[in-house]
């Protein structure tokens, strides 16, 4: 077995990091001594760390299996700029360049090799790396190999011919998001039953979520926006593809730079607009699920969803993509009574057994319960991945400003016999007619006028009975008609109020959130700091322009934000710049230290010998 020591002077001096974080030591001592591993880590968490050093440390060459071809271009570039020699295969390269790299390989001249899982499974591959000696195999997105997940690709249902084909080659699965059954079944698909489990804190307390409900969702993301990231880039995630293109073409009329990204467009067109929001600053991009997996881009400062994950999964996957640099970042969310019917029904008519169904219905009524969630948010996410955090966060929502309650039984039990009365046949829209006596020609022909629920709720605004009906579906006192009609049925859960037997308390429409305790990484800077950390982005952008890489790739902005504060004055300081290795020192560091000694820092005055006394 390699010495520990070995990983610690690749993490230092290819990475230009000083120590390992989490369980990146134990997972890299444990694949670098041919052991198999299992890994569960925060998006953001050092996840490729943990394949990158074995790889480096092991003989033969690391091959990782990738989702996303749009992607490995990137993560290719950011390795060889660390002078670590990898390459990918796939049908973005012509005969000639898949040959080449295929030369390579046999001749051992890779340190690492990215493959789609698609390459991977064919013949052709399967042989080749017989004839060679893999390193290890590091089998990212794992979770994609489960039926229940929500990233589920059949391809990694076949992953486990690694094991039979290539039984003494170590592997690693690594996933950010998993609950204890898709756990289970990633060992059982992958055959990695005997694998070591590493599972890291799921937490990020660097982001703070705020779920928002009710209508005028654009205005009240747009007031997001303005509040909190006026310039920063983002993803907003939408339901459909039409949503994805009205969002997009709406924030471009309104000044915002944004792209839309979803599987009806060309490929050639996501894949330019991917790689625009992976190189500019500022843009954002506007989603459906189709968009994210594998992104690194470190610096993106927000995720809104203006519609409702499909489950707490989803939305944790979704959500990490903010924020992977360790800043301040949002993950900010509107949803509305439309969105659970819509995802009912997407349950109800896929063509999966019913127990897929009755699986995700509970993932969704597990997500519907974090949206009406009166006490912390990060708590009641961490308690679904089994890990508990023991005070309150005081970085999400329902800390900032506690939302406030109100006694909503007798309200319930009106609107709970209004559906009752009316055949449980109708919509809400029509359910708050009658509850608000409207003089309507559809009431009147169902005689409905005529029930005694007609004209019972008038102290009540429409909306907020809107907001009535949406907890308590999310709360399951009522079900949505699955057939497409949107017609409010009563469930077994309701009796008891109905009955008189239980009170309910409800959280009233959600307050302006109160601002964030700690200010994005911008704003952190004084405003002595600011020009030299925007010339270093100059600096920068202009460096990854010429080498057709994101920014990222050449700096961090949190090792920008450091060369600020710290103004190393020659290479030897700025070798202890955090994500500045040997290979990046050669390559930029005089250069940024040439423009770190043209921003002197202001000299400080003493007002006492200034006023002569």
């Not at 890299?28 to 790889?55: F, H, N, R």
């Not at 997500?367 to 996410?381: D, H, I, K, P």
């Not at 009975?465 to 399951?476: A, E, K, N, P």
């Not at 008609?481 to 239980?502: F, I, N, P, V």
Request: glycine letters at 6%.
């Amino acid at each position: 077995m390699q010495s520990p020591v070995n990983a610690e002077q690749i993490l230092n001096e290819k990475f230009g990091y000083s120590a390992f974080r989490n369980q990146q030591a134990e997972i890299i001592e444990t694949l670098a001594a041919g052991g198999d591993v299992l890994a569960l880590m925060p998006t953001g968490g050092g996840k490729s760390l943990c394949y990158q050093i074995p790889a480096l440390l092991r003989a033969g060459t690391g091959i990782v299996i990738s989702p996303l071809i749009a992607l490995m271009q990137d993560q290719v570039d950011a390795l060889n700029q660390l002078d670590i020699r990898a390459a990918f295969l796939n049908s973005t390269l012509d005969p000639s360049q898949q040959q080449q790299i295929e030369q390579q390989l046999l001749l051992n001249e890779l340190d690492l090799l990215y493959l789609a899982p698609e390459r991977l499974l064919t013949e052709h591959t399967l042989t080749l790396l017989q004839r060679v000696k893999p390193a290890l195999f590091a089998i990212d997105e794992a979770h994609c190999v489960s039926q229940w997940g929500h990233d589920f690709r059949k391809e990694y249902q076949q992953l486990s011919i690694l094991h039979q084909r290539f039984p003494q080659v170590p592997r690693i699965a690594l996933t950010a998001t998993a609950d204890r059954r898709t756990r289970q079944e990633i060992a059982e698909q992958l055959e990695l039953q005997r694998a070591r489990t590493f599972v890291n804190s799921f937490d990020r307390p660097n982001i703070r979520y705020t779920i928002d409900a009710g209508q005028n969702s654009r205005d009240r993301f747009w007031h997001f926006l303005q509040q909190e990231h006026p310039e920063d880039a983002g993803i907003v995630y939408c339901l459909s593809r039409r949503k994805v293109e009205e969002i997009s073409e709406w924030l471009n009329r309104n000044g915002r730079s944004a792209l839309p990204y979803h599987a009806g467009l060309p490929a050639e067109t996501r894949s330019r607009h991917q790689q625009r929001f992976l190189r500019e600053d500022g843009l954002i991009i506007v989603a459906t699920i189709a968009f994210g997996m594998g992104i690194d881009k470190p610096d993106v400062r927000f995720v809104a969803h203006l519609n409702l994950p499909k489950s707490v999964e989803a939305y944790y996957q979704e959500t990490g993509r903010a924020g992977r640099d360790g800043q301040p970042a949002d993950a900010w969310m509107n949803y509305g009574l439309q969105d659970v019917i819509t995802l009912r029904q997407f349950i109800h008519a896929t063509d999966a057994d019913e127990q897929y169904k009755r699986i995700a219905h509970h993932k969704l009524e597990a997500m519907l319960g974090l949206c009406e969630l009166t006490s912390c948010r990060r708590q009641a996410l961490l308690a679904y991945f089994g890990e508990s955090l023991s005070q309150p966060c005081g970085n999400c929502d329902n800390c900032l400003s506690p939302p406030q309650t109100w006694d909503a039984t007798e309200a319930t039990r009106k609107a709970l016999s209004c559906v009752y009365r009316t055949n449980q046949r109708f919509g809400v829209s029509y359910l708050i007619d009658v509850l608000t006596g409207k003089a309507d020609e559809r009431i009147h022909r169902n005689q409905h006028h005529r029930l005694s629920t007609f004209g019972i709720g008038k102290e009540l605004h429409p909306s907020q009975w809107r907001t009535l009906f949406r907890q308590l579906v999310s709360l399951g006192h009522l079900d949505t008609d699955l057939e497409g009609h949107g017609a409010l049925r009563l469930t077994q859960k309701c009796r008891s109020l109905l009955r008189g037997e239980a009170t309910l308390h409800l959280r009233l429409q959600p307050r302006r959130e109160k601002k964030r305790k700690t200010e994005t990484s911008r704003t952190q800077l004084s405003s002595s700091q600011k020009p030299l950390y925007e010339a270093l982005r100059q600096l920068r952008l202009q460096i990854s322009k010429q080498q057709s890489v994101p920014p990222y790739v050449i700096f961090h902005d949190s090792t920008l934000l450091e060369m600020v504060e710290q103004r190393p004055l020659d290479l030897q300081q700025m070798r202890f710049i955090t994500g500045v290795g040997e290979r990046k020192l050669a390559l930029y560091g005089q250069l940024f230290l040439d423009l770190i000694g043209q921003h002197k820092p202001l000299e400080r005055t003493d007002p006492v010998l200034q006023s002569g006394s």
